[in-house]
């Protein structure tokens, strides 16, 4: 059903200056895996095989990465140290890959109407690679992919953040339907912790219908001056079309050097070291 998923990567990272100078913020790695690919493996475990990605100046190493290097596997070949380039040739070889340029940053919700013409016209997934999730069995884009298949409108990831922390994030309210699955009704980009609806912030992960396209083309400026994905979204939760979905499992924010270390310790010792 689901069949794209776009991966806004325009951004840049000042939070990490000067490391990402002159590299994107999503090429960062957690040990020894840059932190899109973590986001395009989570894709590819939810049967999604069009990887779209917006980019911007600056982004090549993403496209260079997301490629064969003919050199380097001639390198290699034969040795011991094959093996560590197969998990990306197998990307490589399952995924179909896309870029277009974001021109200006002007918020999410414009990275994300930049990758209308990487999408066309079918609900698509959306993941912010500096969300670093992890979850068992179902990794997080799977629990919601199937989450839309029941459903058939947009879904957003949630979890609760201190009440302090509200002015990172979207937040929602709504009424549980079932367990962890909220009808949203209200949505707002970053508010003041005395405005919150809430505490349940939008993470990372979205599962979007179409005709949010036209929607962002009508949607004025908000938080920031910017184009918010959050303002389009209250559009579609006006009319009860939009779930936000309280995931299963673990998010880390790489977007903050804090949890970007706290990622990196996880990764190191769940996976990397065993
Ligand atoms: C964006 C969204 C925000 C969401 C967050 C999740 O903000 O605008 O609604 O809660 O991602 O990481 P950003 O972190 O890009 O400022």
């Given at each position: 059903m689901i069949k794209k998923c776009l991966f806004p990567a325009a951004g840049y990272g000042t939070r990490f200056l000067p490391a990402t100078k002159a590299m994107?913020?999503?090429?960062?790695?957690l040990v020894n895996k840059p932190l899109i690919q973590y986001g395009v493996e989570e894709a590819v475990a939810a049967g999604i095989t069009g990887i779209a990605i917006v980019t911007g100046r600056g982004k090549r190493a993403i496209e260079d990465h997301f490629d064969i290097s003919y050199e380097l596997e001639h390198q290699i070949k034969g040795t011991s140290k094959e093996k560590a380039l197969a998990p990306i040739r197998q990307i490589i070889d399952t995924c179909t890959f896309s870029y277009t340029r974001q021109?200006?940053?002007?918020?999410l919700g414009h990275a994300i109407l930049t990758g209308e013409t990487l999408i066309g016209s079918e609900p698509f997934a959306v993941i912010l690679a500096d969300d670093y999730c992890v979850a068992e069995p179902d990794p997080v884009l799977l629990q919601m992919v199937k989450l839309f298949e029941k459903y058939q409108c947009s879904v957003v990831a949630i979890e609760e953040v201190p009440a302090e922390e509200t002015y990172k994030y979207g937040v929602i309210d709504g009424e549980e339907e079932e367990e962890g699955v909220f009808r949203i009704r209200q949505m707002v980009e970053k508010p003041d912790p005395s405005e919150a609806p809430s505490n349940l912030a939008i993470i990372g992960r979205y599962i979007l219908t179409p005709d949010i396209f036209d929607i962002l083309r009508d949607t004025p400026p908000g938080r920031n001056g910017e184009l918010q994905i959050t303002d389009a979204l209250m559009t579609q939760a006006s009319e009860g079309r939009v779930l936000g979905y309280r995931f299963k499992g673990r998010r880390f924010d790489c977007g903050s050097v804090e949890g970007f270390v706290e990622a990196t310790n996880h990764c190191y010792t769940n996976y990397y070291k065993k």
């Open positions: 994107p913020k999503e090429m960062l790695t021109i200006e940053m002007k918020g």
